[in-house]
Nanobody, 116 residues
Framework: QVQLLESGGGLVQAGGSLRLSCAAS????????MGWYRQAPGKQRELVAV???????NYADSVKARFTISRDNAKNRADLQMNSLKPEDTAVYYC??????????WGQGTQVTVSS
């Protein structure tokens, strides 16, 4: 059974930082592209950052230079370090795993709220 368990969300003031973690189980983690997405109220889910099993990470323009995605294949974990948070970063953040045969898994989401 595949599980992606997010943690680290919460309430933070504008300009602050949060670190989200995604703990994966039930997959060969090192073979999966890991991503973070977010969905704000009334908006579609959007890509925040993605990191492949090999290669460089990619980021949405809105978070470049503020967010950093990383992965630890030994711990089956993908993190999202979020700095200089803005109120518009408020959303539910979801962890995503995509396999080489297009297997696609989602976590349950974690709420991030940035107050102004």
């Amino acid at each position: 059974q595949v599980q992606l368990l997010e943690s680290g969300g919460g309430l933070v003031q504008a300009g602050g930082s949060l670190r989200l973690s995604c703990a994966a189980s039930g997959i060969i983690f090192s073979l999966y592209t890991m991503g973070w997405y977010r969905q704000a109220p009334g908006k579609q889910r959007e890509l925040v950052a993605v990191i492949p099993s090999r290669g460089s990470a990619n980021y949405a323009d809105s978070v470049k230079a503020r967010f950093t995605i990383s992965r630890d294949n030994a711990k089956n974990r993908a993190d999202l370090q979020m700095n200089s948070l803005k109120p518009e970063d408020t959303a539910v953040y979801y962890c995503n795993a995509v396999g080489m045969r297009s297997q696609n898994y989602w976590g349950q989401g974690t709420q991030v709220t940035v107050s102004s």
